[in-house]
Nanobody, 125 residues
Framework: QVQLVESGGGLVQAGGSLRLSCAAS????????MGWFRQAPGKEREFVAA????????PSADSVKGRFTISRDNAKNTVYLQMNSLKREDTAVYYC??????????????????WGQGTQVTVSS
């Protein structure tokens, strides 16, 4: 079992930055691939970025490429999502997830076994 707790969401003006954190607990938490997804009101949950235990990453979603960066600290069992140059369309609930698989396949929701409760990010104009 892995428990995931996100933090760092909030209200920010367009052009600003936020850093989301996801703390994972569980005996093998550091061995999982960790991903970030987001879900805006009335929309499907969409992939943002993923990272494996050795730091390998998937290409980020086109909508966030060049603005968002995923990283992890295995010693702290924590994964981060640094979000810069935020836009109104980045407003969503952001979810952390953990799963197993080759990093290239981890853009798919069904690859993940565990999910956090989500943290709200609201970007105002």
């Amino acid at each position: 079992q892995v428990q995931l707790v996100e933090s760092g969401g909030g209200l920010v003006q367009a052009g600003g930055s936020l850093r989301l954190s996801c703390a994972a607990s569980g005996r093998t938490a550091s061995s999982y691939v960790m991903g970030w997804f987001r879900q805006a009101p009335g929309k499907e949950r969409e992939f943002v970025a993923a990272i494996n235990w050795s730091g390998g990453t998937t290409p980020s979603a086109d909508s966030v490429k060049g603005r968002f960066t995923i990283s992890r600290d295995n010693a702290k069992n924590t994964v981060y999502l640094q979000m810069n140059s935020l836009k109104r369309e980045d407003t969503a609930v952001y979810y952390c997830a953990a799963g197993f698989g080759t990093i290239a396949t981890m853009t798919l929701r069904w690859r993940y076994n565990y999910w956090g409760q989500g943290t709200q990010v609201t970007v105002s104009s």
